[in-house]
């Protein structure tokens, strides 16, 4: 099929096991659909921020960008958590710039040094004392959802967005029978990537087991780290699960057998929580990471990957050795997987691929990637609502 006019044209899509067929091209560089996934899919979903443990203290913060529209989450001198657009209510400016820090008493504007007290209240603005008519009590910092879950901070921009335990029944259940340390998990540094690639090129590859065997020498190695030809994937009312048994010790990136029993499973779990977020460990590591895949235009992709410990502990050798591996050797060859994608998907000769669903849903079936496409297609109207339930999966495995 050839592609046409309209950009949002699903082509020969549709949730067919048995006759699948990826999104059309243009839904990974077009920039009306970009526009339209703004407004139908991240400013209606909830975006992650970092750990709870981030926000310790009254004035600790955490800032993210949606799509162009920055936030920042607050804690209280109440120790209530708030959140706001990072916009000064003046003259428009950027309130915080850091990803995280703290501020005493005020956020300060940078421009004009409007001040804001922790509850987003405007508590000074020099010379407003001389302005008839002007009252600081009249203004405050435009409100944003904020919801902790699994641990984890989160920000919706809809403030009346549905609490995420109902948007993905069973995650947080399923999340803590793998990572028993959740809401102990402290920040201990993170690998960015800005990716000249589309959002979805970046989360399809996440939950793809066909390429581990197939793609780059690291990836073999991982799919050796966990039993990778076992590797199961489960699609979930507004996420994805991959989990695998361990693997074979002698696999090229970390000998896990000092550590069994020390980490926080011995399995490899991957979470994918619609539609930007993945949350995973590796088997026999005291860490999990969190890879947020922030869409910054029709073709670029803000990806942070985020290593966590319980409470902050340094990593054993095993753990390290993992976390070095990710950051330095698997990580960087997805990255140049992705932008070939992107790439290729330019290319006039290319409009639609098969996806290859078998029925035993093996390591290699696409079954989670056409999932994940009726999920954006659902959220953009292009299929009816509910479509994608036909393609969710059995029961879950015991994380025993």
Not at 59 to 84: A, K, N, P, Q
Request: aromatic share 12%; hydrophobic share 40%; with cysteine.
């Amino acid at each position: 099929m050839t592609r046409g006019k309209d950009p949002l044209d699903i082509g020969r899509f549709s949730v067919s096991t048995s006759d699948a067929w990826t999104l059309p091209a243009p839904y990974y560089f077009a920039p009306e659909v970009y526009e339209a996934e703004k407004d139908a899919i991240f400013f209606k979903s909830w975006r992650f921020l970092g750990h709870v443990t981030e926000l310790a203290e009254p004035g600790d913060y955490l800032t993210e960008d949606i799509c162009g529209v920055g936030v920042f989450v607050i804690r209280g001198r109440d120790r209530s958590l708030r959140g706001f657009h990072n916009v000064c209510r003046h003259r428009a400016h950027r309130l915080l710039a850091a990803r995280k820090g703290n501020v005493k008493a005020v956020v300060t504007c940078p421009y004009h040094s409007w001040a804001y007290g922790l509850d987003g209240k405007l508590r000074a603005a020099k010379n407003s004392e001389n302005v008839p008519g002007f009252s600081l009590e009249d203004i405050a910092l435009s409100p944003v959802a904020v919801e902790v879950f699994c641990g984890f901070v989160f920000v919706n921009l809809d403030l009346q967005a549905e609490p995420l335990a109902k948007r993905a029944p069973l995650f947080e259940q399923t999340l803590r029978g793998f990572v028993p340390d959740l809401d102990r998990m402290s920040w201990i540094g993170q690998k960015n990537f800005d990716i000249p690639a589309n959002w979805k090129v970046c989360a399809e590859n996440g939950v793809d087991g066909y390429h581990v065997f197939l793609s780059g020498p690291h990836h073999r190695n991982f799919g050796a780290v966990m039993n990778g030809h076992g590797l199961e994937m489960f699609n979930r009312q507004g996420w994805i699960f991959l989990h695998a048994k361990a693997g074979d010790p002698d696999n090229g990136v970390y000998d896990f057998r000092p550590n069994i029993g020390k980490g926080q499973t011995s399995r490899y779990v991957t979470f994918m929580l619609w539609p930007d977020l993945l949350i995973f460990t590796y088997p026999h590591v005291n860490a999990i990471w969190t890879f947020l895949m922030a869409p910054e235009g029709p073709e670029r992709t803000r990806e942070q990957i985020a290593a966590y410990t319980p409470g902050g502990v340094a990593l054993d050798p095993i753990s390290q050795a993992a976390v070095d591996w990710i950051a330095d050797d698997l990580g960087p060859e997805d990255v140049d997987l992705n932008i070939g994608v992107q790439n290729g998907l330019k290319s006039p000769e290319y409009f639609q691929g098969r996806l290859l669903i078998d029925e035993r849903r093996s390591d290699m079936s696409e079954h989670s990637i056409l999932f994940f496409q009726a999920l954006v297609l659902e959220a953009l109207g292009r299929l009816p609502k509910g479509a994608s339930a036909v393609l969710h999966s059995g029961d879950l495995p015991d994380p025993a």
